[in-house]
């Protein structure tokens, strides 16, 4: 793992330059996306991005844990967790760059 993180600044700068969108308004369009996504998952629907993957949300019900200093037997309650699922477009992708392919350099 390279431990690189990309950055809704490089994001902005990447749309800056491949669009052609000032700084300010590059930077409102990632926002009004990135809100756009967050709202969304945030009622409960699936975002699904074409050749990328889905995002969405699953219930995990009530279950018993159990603390692992004292192993005391602990409720864990219900919540939600987000799940991402990428394409198979972006499966190979990712596999076809580790391999060191043709297709890892057409970033």
Request: glycine share 10%; net charge positive; charged share 25%.
């Amino acid at each position: 793992m390279t431990g690189k993180t990309v950055t809704r600044a490089q994001l902005t700068e990447a749309v800056y330059r491949e669009v052609g969108l000032s700084r300010n308004e590059s930077a409102d369009l990632v926002e009004s996306v990135l809100n756009e996504i967050s709202d969304a998952l945030s009622e409960g629907e699936t975002v699904k991005i074409s050749s990328f993957g889905s995002f969405f949300v699953r219930k995990k019900g009530q279950r018993i844990g159990r603390n692992p200093k004292t192993g005391e037997e602990v409720p864990i309650l219900p919540r939600s967790v987000l799940i991402f699922r990428p394409s198979h477009l972006l499966k190979n992708k990712i596999n076809i760059g580790q391999a060191g392919g043709p297709s890892g350099a057409d970033n």
